[in-house]
Structures are given as structure tokens and as C-alpha cells.
């Protein structure tokens, strides 16, 4: 797949970069002339993921190794993109987890974990990366949700609440950082295939041939298809555009006739 962006002399960041959306955006940006923050909390994977990007562009990758729970790091990780490139210009904000089961058994633990990594995470990158741009002239932040932020499926309430709330969170943050020049989006990915949904496939939760027949493109997507959607987003090409979540599901979310 080509792309025709081109974010030379950009600094980008990205979270959840050592696997599946947040790899492939990270290879995306590369491809496309970033200097690039990986950032994971999977430090063997951010290894791995760093040196084969690194070979498409030589030392532009950098790995770093954390949670984005925790605000010491996602702090440091903004900072280490400003010392390197001298701004923080994009923000892939994509790590998160799915923390699927049944309503009625779903463990305290899990939800909690759910909402601690998929919403308290993705605000602490934000804001982080937030202030940095807003002392630095602007920049664009796109915030994984997913389509499950915009419709419903059952066993999902960890998931679905989350994402629904990471999609009002970008919302709010666009409107109060337009004035700053800081575009906050969100991509909405629908049925993927990554390392998450290959997991949900094994625990028998995702039946690969029931989804094919569910979606009305036919087929999952690649992260590929995923990320060349957020790069719009994170590119000039969408300078005009934010506080939206952009659904790439091959039309799953508009389809509801069987
Ligand atoms: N794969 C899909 O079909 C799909 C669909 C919709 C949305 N999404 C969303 O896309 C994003 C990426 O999903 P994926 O399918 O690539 O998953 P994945 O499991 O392949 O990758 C997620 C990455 O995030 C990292 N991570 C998890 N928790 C973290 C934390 N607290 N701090 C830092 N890194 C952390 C993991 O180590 C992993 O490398 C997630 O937000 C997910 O909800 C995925």
C-alpha cells in the first residue's frame, strides 16, 4: 500500500507501537519521512519493532519502554521527542486492551484495568502531549477509539464504554485546544487482525468466519488500511478537521438490515 504524505522534519509519537494499529503506524510514519518515539509497555517487542524500522530509515526510530498509566512516563516520552526533534508535531495515542466477558461475570479487576488503560492512559498521553505542543505551536493527536466507541456488542461493556468515552474525549480536548493549533481526532477501527483479535479468536470469543459474513467489505482489515486512516488525520491534508472520529470498518457501523 503507497501513501503520499510526507511528514519530513516531523517528530512523531506512538503508543502501543511494539504490535498490530500501533506497528503498522509507526511503519506508516516511517515510510513517510517521521522521526519517530515508539512506546510500549512490551520493552523485548519495542526492541524487535525499533530495529526493523530502523532499517527503513536509519536511527530515526527510538524505543521507549512504559505505561501510559503512568504520568512520569508519558511525560518523559513527550520530552524525549522534543529533545530529539526539537517539537512534538503527531501523536498516535493507540495502545489500549479489550477486557472482554459477560456482563454479569465481569471482574471488578478487569474493568477497572479497562478504564485505567483505555481511558485514563489515553488522557494522560493526551494531556502530556498536549502541553508540549501548546508551548510549541500546535500539533495533531489522533486517539485510537474503535468502532465499538460508536456501536454496541455484547460482552463488550469494558470495551465499549471506554472507547465511546474516548470518543467524547477527543470531542472536548478539540475544542479546547483549537485555539492552541492542536487538532485532536480519534480512528475507529472496526475487525482487525493483530495480535488482540487473535486472542479473542483462541479464547473462542471471535469466530473469524461469522465476521467475514457480518461486514459488508467481506474481509477484516489490515492494520495497514488502519494506519494510512490516521495518517490522513495526522496529516495537513485534514487541517480543518478535528473533535471527529474517523470509523474504518469496511462498513460494519452503517450496516443493520441482518
Ligand atoms: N485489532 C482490532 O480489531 C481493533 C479494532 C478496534 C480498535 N482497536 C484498538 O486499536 C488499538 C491497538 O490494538 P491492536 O489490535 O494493535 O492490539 P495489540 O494487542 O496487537 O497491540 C496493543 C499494544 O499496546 C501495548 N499496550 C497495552 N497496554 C499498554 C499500556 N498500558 N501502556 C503502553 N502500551 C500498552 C501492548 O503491549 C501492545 O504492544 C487498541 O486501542 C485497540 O483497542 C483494535
Known amino acids: 500500500m503507497t501513501t503520499s504524505f510526507d511528514f519530513t522534519g516531523r517528530?512523531?509519537?506512538?503508543?502501543?507501537?511494539?504490535?498490530?494499529?500501533?506497528?503498522?503506524?509507526?511503519?506508516?510514519?516511517?515510510?513517510?519521512?517521521?522521526?519517530?518515539?515508539?512506546?510500549?509497555l512490551d520493552g523485548d517487542g519495542l526492541a524487535k519493532a525499533a530495529a526493523e524500522l530502523n532499517l527503513i530509515r536509519p536511527d530515526s526510530m527510538t524505543p521507549f519502554t512504559g505505561s501510559i498509566t503512568d504520568q512520569s512516563a508519558v511525560k518523559a516520552a513527550c520530552d524525549l521527542a522534543v529533545e530529539l526533534g526539537g517539537g512534538l508535531d503527531i501523536v498516535m495515542n493507540n495502545a489500549g486492551i479489550a477486557g472482554n466477558a459477560p456482563s454479569l461475570d465481569l471482574e471488578e479487576s478487569v474493568w477497572?484495568?479497562?478504564?485505567?488503560?483505555?481511558?485514563?492512559?489515553?488522557?494522560l498521553m493526551a494531556q502530556a502531549a498536549g502541553r508540549v505542543m501548546a508551548a510549541n505551536g500546535g500539533g495533531s493527536i489522533i486517539n485510537t477509539?474503535?468502532?465499538?466507541?460508536?456501536?454496541a456488542a455484547p460482552e463488550r461493556a469494558a470495551y465499549c464504554a471506554t472507547k465511546a468515552a474516548v470518543v467524547a474525549l477527543t470531542k472536548v480536548l478539540a475544542i479546547e485546544w483549537a485555539d492552541r493549533n492542536i487538532?485532536?481526532?480519534?480512528?475507529?477501527?472496526?475487525?482487525?487482525?493483530?495480535?488482540?483479535?487473535?486472542?479473542?479468536?483462541e479464547q473462542g470469543r471471535l469466530d473469524l468466519d461469522a465476521l467475514n459474513a457480518r461486514v459488508p467489505a467481506g474481509r477484516l482489515g489490515t492494520p495497514e488500511e488502519i494506519a494510512t486512516a490516521a495518517l490522513f488525520l495526522a496529516s495537513d491534508a485534514s487541517a480543518y478537521v478535528t473533535g471527529q472520529t474517523l470509523v474504518?470498518?469496511?462498513g460494519w457501523s452503517s450496516y443493520s438490515y441482518l
Not at 23 to 37: D, N, Y
Not at 145 to 151: C, I, K, L
Not at 183 to 201: F, H, K, S, W
Open 248 to 250: 474504518a470498518d469496511g
Open 183 to 201: 487538532r485532536v481526532n480519534a480512528i475507529g477501527p472496526g475487525y482487525v487482525r493483530t495480535a488482540l483479535t487473535e486472542t479473542l479468536v
Open 145 to 151: 477509539a474503535s468502532m465499538y466507541g460508536v456501536v
Open 11 to 40: 517528530t512523531a509519537l506512538v503508543t502501543g507501537a511494539a504490535s498490530g494499529l500501533g506497528l503498522a503506524m509507526a511503519r506508516a510514519l516511517s515510510k513517510s519521512g517521521a522521526r519517530l518515539v515508539l512506546f510500549d
Open 112 to 123: 477497572r484495568n479497562a478504564v485505567d488503560v483505555n481511558l485514563t492512559g489515553t488522557f
